[in-house]
């Protein structure tokens, strides 16, 4: 080996350093992005970065490898090294390293991610994988001294080492930009499955690098263009599933803000038809809420118990369109007074209506009113055929009356509002609501549910 070659392995090896030192950069650049958000322990993390970095790990596992090595040649005495099978004897002894490789990566990377107090631990050993592929693709093909000592080797190492300098580098710009977004978000997302791509594919070329150390140029060539394109297809395939979860992350986020939204001015319109009456003074809030209790004692669904939360919101929105006069009157209602008082579920209905993506709002407001019996109004029906979540809206509207304060008589004792209830079981109560409702009032043992 003449002064040129050996000159020329020396460059290749500082480049593979620079890329080490890189590399470390990198990972603790990485971490701190995505997991050490303002936080103090950059030196520390620092460290970690350089002591747990995929490239020390996989050199550390190589090294104490040897060990276990020499215990074999000891114990079935290979006194003469040479003569046994050296090949097989390395590539157990690499396979063996590289499964050590990867145990201790993962169980740093977890360490790491403890210590970091990652919301989601499967993204910080995401992270590590990805840096240990770069080391992966940057070993094979090295051990083969002839071809390190020739200028094509030396152009070949110095081209894949800059590679691997470009991919990194669009690793850290794109992945992991885009993965700092997701580790910002609480919502739970299943982040395993990063992690099966990277772990096979670092157990694969590390094994490969040892097992092809005879290969020629050109099938070394071949290795290291193949391996490159995996490397990009890896960043590209890892960047758009980060973005679409990104993209799906804000899109559930946007959803939630138009539903608090809606509901937000949907109690907004209940307190305004409450203001116009003085004598109810959050009546619709309590009927809602009672409405829901009612539908949850039903066993019915999560979403069905929610819209009839609504319903019960806006059950009473038709009073706007009664005179103050009437709403207000302290005396009793003359028939006439009391007609108009009437017009109230249909008034409602027609304002609801208007919200054509929530058609069963308006429901709740027409029915309202029906007894079970079917001497209710303003349709006189009956039984089932008025609508459950109006027949659970009655009961919980009757139950509110009964408990509300009144200028001539304060809120109605627990047990009459209960006998009032049960005697009214199937004649102006659905049974099954009514039923539900007694429950509920048996549940309140200190009689909380009542106006203040
Ligand atoms: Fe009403």
């Known amino acids: 080996m003449d002064i040129i070659t050996q000159a020329l392995g020396n460059v290749a090896n500082i480049f593979d350093l620079c890329f080490l030192f890189w590399c470390i950069v990198l990972l603790y650049l990485s971490l701190k992005k995505c997991f050490l958000k303002n936080r103090k322990g950059k030196v520390r993390l620092f460290l970690i970065s350089a002591f747990t970095n995929p490239i020390v790990m996989y050199v550390v596992s190589i090294y104490a490898m040897i060990i276990p090595l020499a215990v074999v040649i000891f114990v079935f005495n290979l006194e003469d090294y040479e003569k046994t099978n050296q090949g097989t004897i390395l590539i157990i002894n690499v396979i063996a390293g590289s499964f050590l490789y990867m145990f201790l990566t993962l169980m740093f990377s977890r360490l790491v991610g403890k ?5 989601n631990r499967s993204l910080v050993t995401f992270v590590y994988l990805m840096f240990g ?11 083969d001294e002839t071809l390190e000592a020739s200028l094509p080797a030396f152009v070949l190492s ?12 669009l690793l850290y710009h794109f992945v992991i930009k885009a ?26 070329y590390v094994s490969l690098a040892f097992t092809n150390y005879k290969l020629s140029f050109e099938s070394t060539t071949i290795v290291y263009i193949f391996s490159t394109i ?8 890892f960047y758009v599933i980060i ?30 038809i409450d203001a116009k009456d003085k004598y109810t003074n959050g009546h619709s809030v309590r009927v809602a809420k009672y409405s829901r209790m009612i539908a949850e004692k039903m066993g019915l669904s999560a979403e069905m118990c929610e819209n009839i939360y609504y319903m019960g919101l806006l059950h009473d929105i038709g009073k706007i369109g009664v005179p103050n ?15 108009v008082i009437k017009t109230h579920p249909g008034i409602g209905y027609g304002i609801l209506s208007e919200i054509k993506s929530r058609p069963d709002l308006a429901t709740g407001a027409l029915w309202h009113h029906e007894r079970y019996d079917g001497k209710g109004y303003p349709e006189h029906k009956a ?47 659905d049974p099954e609501a009514a039923r539900c409702m007694l429950t509920v009032i048996d549940d309140d043992k200190d009689y909380v549910l009542h106006e203040t």
């Open 325 to 339: 006069e009437i709403i207000n009157k302290p005396a009793k209602l003359t028939d006439e007074e009391y007609d």
């Open 243 to 272: 973005r679409n979860i990104n993209a799906t992350n804000e899109a559930i986020e946007a959803k939630d803000e138009v539903k608090t939204l809606s509901v937000e001015v949907m109690e907004a319109l209940a307190h305004t």
């Open 158 to 169: 110095i081209a894949s080492t800059t590679v691997l300098f470009i991919a990194s580098w």
């Open 179 to 204: 993965l700092s977004q997701l580790t910002d978000k609480k919502r739970e997302v299943n982040t395993k499955i990063f992690l099966i791509p990277p772990v096979i594919f670092n157990l694969t």
């Open 383 to 429: 039984g089932e055929d008025i609508p459950l979540e109006a027949r659970i809206i009655a009961v919980a509207d009757t139950y509110d009356a009964m408990t509300s304060n009144r200028s001539y008589r304060k809120y109605l004792p627990q047990e009459k509002v209960r006998s009032e209830i049960e005697n009214n079981i199937g004649t102006q109560f």
């Open 133 to 143: 592929v770069f080391f992966s693709v940057m070993i094979r093909g090295y051990s």
């Open 230 to 237: 995996i490397i990009f297809l890896f960043i590209w395939a």
């Open 115 to 119: 210590w970091l107090k990652a919301p």
